[in-house]
Nanobody, 126 residues
Framework: QVQLAESGGGLVPPGGSLRLSCKASGEPFNAYSVGWFRQAPGSEREFVAG????????FYADSVKGRFTVSRDNSRKTVDLQMNSLKHEDTAIYYC???????????????????WGQGTQVTVSS
């Protein structure tokens, strides 16, 4: 099992940048695939970006491709989400999630993850 904790959220103007971090504790982390999801008020939780365990392959939602970058450091048990060129519509609570049995085709599906963090608020506003 792993426990997850997000950090790095905050208030940023449009066009600005933030770096979110997901810190894992518990068993070795390199086998876990990790996804970043977000949920805005009144909306369903949606996939933002993900990184596979072992291979480190990365995946992005079309809405963030070219602006967000996901990276992992297994020695530190962290997965970061660098967010650039932020827009108003990026405002949401951001969650990281992990699962060690995830197949590639499921990485965008929140229901396939066993472990979740508590979330961190990102607000893009002038």
């Amino acid at each position: 099992q792993v426990q997850l904790a997000e950090s790095g959220g905050g208030l940023v103007p449009p066009g600005g940048s933030l770096r979110l971090s997901c810190k894992a504790s518990g068993e070795p982390f390199n086998a876990y695939s990790v996804g970043w999801f977000r949920q805005a008020p009144g909306s369903e939780r949606e996939f933002v970006a993900g990184v596979k365990g072992y291979s480190g392959a990365t995946f992005y939602a079309d809405s963030v491709k070219g602006r967000f970058t996901v990276s992992r450091d297994n020695s530190r048990k962290t997965v970061d989400l660098q967010m650039n060129s932020l827009k108003h519509e990026d405002t949401a609570i951001y969650y990281c999630a992990a699962d060690r049995r995830l197949i590639t085709s499921s990485i965008r599906l929140p229901g396939q993850y066993d472990y979740w963090g508590q979330g961190t608020q990102v607000t893009v506003s002038s």
